[in-house]
């Protein structure tokens, strides 16, 4: 009796994954198109676009859409995504270096991994944060940042969910090029949009704008 049921669950899972694939597909593309320094901002600010409509039920035409913003967020985003893409870089570099010279840089090794855990997630918010308020262009890293810091336990779950994406993908890299940015970027959305619309009954009940 609850074969129709399992079905169609079946069904609307395997339309999650293509579509997560999809919006993988193009921002890959679009990164690429872009010469990949140029191209982060645009692309990742147009993929979180289309999958807040996408999450919001909204009807996509992805190629197109997806070009759209990516056109006119060109110079927005990057102003606003690469800033954060250099210091994780930065970061990255310099844990890396700080574990090849072994356990007398324990101490520098630990405090940059823990700065890169607070950007991750202030990151967590950031592309959610964009797509979905019109904020100055200034605000939003310091609104996501305090996002982070005032809403831990979403915070965790942001950060467990960009793990658990993370260790799939180091143990199955093929899914790096296939799905798993895109799926990433989607599940990041659909629980910020949540957590967004949590955040705003509670400043409402409080009178606040």
Excluded at 130 to 136: E, G, I
Excluded at 177 to 191: C, E, M, P, R
Aim: net charge positive; with cysteine.
């Amino acid at each position: 009796m609850n074969h129709p049921a399992t079905s169609i669950r079946i069904q609307a899972a395997c339309s999650e994954l293509i579509w997560a694939a999809r919006l993988n597909l193009l921002w890959i593309l679009f990164t690429l198109a872009g010469g990949v320094i140029l191209g982060l901002g645009p692309a990742t600010v147009a993929a979180y676009t289309l999958a807040r409509r996408h999450a919001r039920g909204e009807s996509i035409q992805a190629w197109t859409e997806f070009w759209t913003v990516y056109r006119r967020e060109f110079v927005r985003a990057s102003l606003v995504i690469l800033p954060v893409a250099v210091l994780a870089t930065v970061l990255v570099g310099n844990y890396l270096y700080f574990s090849a010279l072994g356990p007398g840089s324990g101490a520098l090794r630990i405090a940059t991994l823990l700065a890169l855990v607070a950007l991750a997630g202030v990151g967590a918010y950031l592309g959610p944060l964009y797509a979905h308020y019109d904020l100055p262009l200034w605000a939003y890293i310091p609104k996501a940042s305090m996002l982070a810091l005032t809403r831990p336990a979403s915070s965790v779950l942001l950060l467990f969910a960009l793990s658990a994406i993370a260790f799939v993908t180091s143990a199955a890299p093929i899914l790096a090029a296939v799905i798993s940015i895109g799926a990433w970027i989607y599940l990041n959305t659909w629980l910020c949009l949540r957590f967004f619309e949590e955040n705003e009954a509670r400043l409402h009940s409080k009178g606040n704008s």
